[in-house]
């Protein structure tokens, strides 16, 4: 069955830097596009950035623009995340999603939780 285990996420000043990563099983990780989303306390769940199943197309949220990194091993299966130049309002539970399917059911891992504040 497909599984998505998120890690990496913990408490970090403001500018600091965390990795997080996203370890998939259970599905042919090298043909499917991969996201990341957050939900901060209170809000809604919103998308963060995307990977195409190569690697070599990139999209972003405005507002993680220039100070987020999404990448892919495809030899580990998994996503990563890098977060540089990080704000209070980045704090959110981080989660990684995967379409399957000729539906595109989605799949989510349970996340992990990323704290920004001094």
């Known amino acids: 069955q497909v599984q998505l285990v998120e890690s990496g996420g913990g408490l970090v000043q403001p500018g600091g830097s965390l990795r997080l990563s996203c370890a998939a099983s259970?599905?042919?990780?090298?043909?499917?596009?991969m996201r990341w989303y957050r939900q901060a306390p209170g809000k809604e769940r919103e998308f963060v950035a995307y990977?195409?199943?190569?690697?070599?197309?990139?999209t972003y949220a405005d507002f993680v623009k220039g100070r987020f990194t999404i990448s892919r091993d495809n030899a580990k299966n998994t996503v990563y995340l890098q977060m540089n130049s990080l704000k209070v309002e980045d704090t959110a539970v981080y989660y990684c999603k995967v379409l399957r399917g000729l539906n595109g059911v989605a799949y989510w891992g349970k996340g992990t939780l990323v704290t920004v504040s001094s």
């Open positions: 990977i195409s199943n190569t690697g070599s197309t990139t």
């Open positions: 259970g599905f042919t990780f090298s043909s499917s596009v």
